[in-house]
């Protein structure tokens, strides 16, 4: 799941999958049921990759497809890179290998000071959904109800490992499973510029990748 989001964002896939494909879905720290309102130790993709891998061979999962995104793909990058064999393949929903717009990161920091600070204003729930959810999507309500219930100590900490995170463009030839990539023509978040990198490192590998460019909520 993307940031400020859970598992219960892909109910409607794991509805349509289940009889095809045993289908697990999953909160990172910080997030859903794994969110411990007073306590988030600091996290990096990497042990979020960690805890991943731990779950699935708690699960008696020896390989799997990963299904990121936005930052479930920035863990699901780095999980095919320190766990590879567990991965089977890769499915990149509007998400990216190198670092945030250096531009809009202080626009991104005063948004969550104030919510830390202050709880979540419907003018910045307004903004948040607009950047993850789009424009007017009938499900937002929901989402609006579940973010104004985040404490400051996992947006914090959830905020950081977004923030911290490495550039791993360099390192993606490494991953040799096949990757489709998929890309919403109204991503708020991650220009589509970005995928670029994901499209070079694999063909140059002569691994496979698909582009889908199209409206996706």
């Known amino acids: 799941h993307g ?5 219960t964002m892909f109910e409607s896939q794991v509805q349509a999958l289940q009889g095809l494909y045993r289908c697990i ?16 130790e600091a996290f990096s993709y990497y042990d979020s990759a960690d805890d991943l891998a731990a779950l699935l061979k708690y699960l008696g999962v020896e390989k799997a497809v990963l299904v990121g995104m936005s930052q479930g793909g920035y863990l699901s990058l ?6 590879p064999d567990v991965v089977g393949a890769l499915v990149l929903i509007d998400t ?8 809009q990161m202080p626009h991104h920091e005063a948004l969550l000071r104030a919510w830390m600070e202050h709880g979540l204003s419907d003018d910045m729930a307004a903004t948040v959904e607009r950047t993850i959810l789009g424009q007017g999507w009938s499900g937002a309500a929901a989402w609006r109800a579940k973010w104004k219930k985040a404490t400051p100590i996992n947006l914090g900490q959830s905020f950081l490992a977004l923030a911290q995170r490495d550039d791993i463009s360099p390192r993606l030839a490494e991953i040799k499973v096949p ?3 998929i890309h919403g023509d109204k991503d708020a978040f991650v220009p589509y510029a970005m995928l670029h990198p994901l499209y070079e490192a694999k063909t140059k590998g002569r691994k496979a990748i698909f582009i889908a460019k199209g409206s996706v909520h």
Not at 3 to 7: A, I, R, T
Not at 78 to 83: F, P, Q, T, V, W
Not at 96 to 103: R, T
Request: glycine share 6%; charged share 25%; hydrophobic share 35%.
């Open 78 to 83: 780095r999980c095919a890179l320190i766990h």
């Open 25 to 40: 879905s999953w909160d990172e720290r910080g997030h859903g049921q794994t969110a411990d309102p007073e306590h988030c």
């Open 179 to 181: 990757a489709l990539v």
């Open 3 to 7: 940031l400020l989001m859970d598992h």
């Open 96 to 103: 990216q290998a190198m670092l945030e717009d250096p531009e």
